[in-house]
């Protein structure tokens, strides 16, 4: 099936790279929405099983049952990168997607954040699985799966711009790692799970800026490969797409009108979502997006924008966590938490 998109993404391919994009090969497939949700629930596909990725299943085919939300594509970090096409999309729908998997493979290949990501995690994830099968053999799958548990836990601890061992010590999973007194095969487990931690939390703290340039790359791509009729058709899709898509969009689109193409590449290569937010957000494209602070005592909403950078900014910086850190007054077998909300 994916024989009949060829022509096309070699028509796609070389219009991304006559606008100066550079990107690793895409390898394309076609699946069906199930697997796509199957994949979407876990991050990467092959991956260990864990109930957790069931529950996220179910709620990503319940939205897209009730048309929601729908995936209709799903690429991933690696090398080559691999992409996933819906084979319910139409035809356009699947050409656009092919667009926009171009602008996540650029973004991949060049945002310096994403130099030192493991491209090779695909089949580093495969290997965790099989190893952690072999524990459940060995140690008994319900101990296993509570170590699991904790674990995917204190995973949300990690951060993977942090490179400061200071830093990286006030954050429980590098503290457990360094200093809780594991079995050998507890710690390997530690070890792969934190490091899967850091692929994700890489995704997660670029998602407004590679959304958004792969949506800006999208459009510029389409707008010089359709037609007038099947561009009009296509773009209002633009404009119905979840937050981040969105906000990233409209920040390059309007990097792009007031500073040239060249500048909205010097922003992917080497901006992520809070240097993007702090730099191209305006005044302007706060109202027209509508973000605003709700103060809740004055029942009203603010778009001031140093407000709402401020609100943006916190979102990514701390994903929605507890701020939790390792008290420096931790000692032996003590573990100390400071909850720095409160």
Same mark, same amino acid.
């Given at each position: 099936?994916?024989?009949?998109?060829?022509?096309?993404?070699?028509?796609?391919?070389?219009?991304?790279?006559?606008?100066?994009?550079?990107?690793?090969?895409?390898?394309?497939?076609?699946?069906?929405s199930d697997e796509l949700a199957q994949v979407a629930s876990m991050g990467l596909p092959n991956r260990f099983m864990h109930w957790y990725w069931g529950g996220t299943y179910k709620e990503l085919v319940m939205q897209q049952t009730k048309e929601v939300f729908s995936i209709l594509e799903l690429v991933l970090?690696?090398?080559?990168?691999?992409?996933?096409?819906?084979?319910?999309?139409?035809?356009?729908?699947?050409?656009?997607?092919?667009?926009?998997?171009?602008?996540?493979?650029?973004?991949?290949?060049?945002?310096?954040?994403?130099?030192?990501?493991?491209?090779?995690?695909?089949?580093?994830?495969?290997?965790?699985?099989?190893?952690?099968?072999?524990?459940?053999?060995?140690?008994?799958?319900?101990?296993?799966? +509570?170590? /699991?548990?904790?674990? =995917?836990?204190?995973?949300?601890?990690?951060?993977? *711009? %942090? #490179?400061?061992?200071? $830093?990286?010590? +006030?954050? /429980?999973?590098?503290? =457990?790692?360094?200093?809780?007194?594991?079995?050998? *095969? %507890? #710690?390997?487990?530690? $070890?792969?799970?934190?490091?899967?931690?850091?692929?994700?939390?890489?995704?997660?703290?670029?998602?407004?800026?590679?959304?958004?340039?792969?949506?800006?790359?999208?459009?510029?791509?389409?707008?010089?490969?359709?037609?007038?009729?099947?561009?009009?058709?296509?773009?209002?899709?633009?404009?119905?797409?979840?937050?981040?898509?969105?906000?990233?969009?409209?920040?390059?689109?309007?990097?792009?009108?007031?500073?040239?193409?060249?500048?909205?590449?010097?922003?992917?290569?080497?901006?992520?979502?809070?240097s993007l937010i702090d730099e191209a957000l305006t005044e302007e494209l706060v109202r027209r997006l509508d973000i605003f602070v709700y103060d809740a005592k004055e029942k009203q909403k603010s778009y001031?924008?140093?407000?709402?950078?401020?609100?943006?900014?916190?979102?990514?910086?701390?994903?929605?966590?507890?701020?939790?850190?390792?008290?420096?007054?931790?000692?032996?077998?003590?573990?100390?938490?400071?909850?720095?909300?409160?």
């Amino acid at each position: 099936m994916i024989g009949e998109y060829q022509t096309v993404i070699r028509e796609l391919e070389g219009l991304a790279h006559d606008r100066g994009l550079e990107f690793d090969p895409v390898v394309f497939q076609i699946t069906d929405s199930d697997e796509l949700a199957q994949v979407a629930s876990m991050g990467l596909p092959n991956r260990f099983m864990h109930w957790y990725w069931g529950g996220t299943y179910k709620e990503l085919v319940m939205q897209q049952t009730k048309e929601v939300f729908s995936i209709l594509e799903l690429v991933l970090n690696t090398t080559p990168s691999h992409a996933f096409l819906r084979s319910t999309n139409s035809y356009l729908e699947n050409v656009l997607v092919i667009a926009h998997v171009l602008g996540h493979a650029d973004f991949f290949a060049n945002n310096h954040w994403y130099q030192k990501s493991n491209k090779n995690m695909l089949n580093i994830a495969e290997q965790h699985a099989r190893l952690i099968r072999a524990y459940e053999a060995q140690h008994g799958r319900e101990r296993v799966e +509570k170590l /699991l548990d904790a674990l =995917l836990t204190v995973a949300t601890s990690v951060n993977a *711009f %942090e #490179r400061s061992p200071q $830093e990286q010590h +006030k954050r /429980l999973i590098y503290y =457990l790692e360094e200093r809780a007194p594991l079995e050998e *095969f %507890e #710690r390997i487990m530690l $070890e792969a799970i934190r490091d899967e931690a850091e692929y994700f939390d890489l995704i997660q703290r670029t998602h407004i800026i590679n959304e958004g340039w792969a949506t800006f790359v999208e459009a510029e791509l389409l707008n010089r490969l359709l037609s007038v009729k099947e561009w009009a058709s296509i773009s209002v899709s633009l404009c119905n797409r979840p937050a981040p898509y969105t906000i990233g969009y409209t920040l390059f689109a309007h990097v792009r009108d007031q500073d040239g193409f060249d500048r909205a590449l010097e922003l992917r290569r080497f901006y992520e979502d809070v240097s993007l937010i702090d730099e191209a957000l305006t005044e302007e494209l706060v109202r027209r997006l509508d973000i605003f602070v709700y103060d809740a005592k004055e029942k009203q909403k603010s778009y001031d924008l140093q407000k709402v950078k401020e609100m943006l900014i916190a979102q990514k910086l701390y994903k929605g966590e507890p701020r939790i850190e390792v008290d420096p007054a931790s000692q032996g077998r003590d573990l100390l938490l400071t909850h720095l909300d409160e």
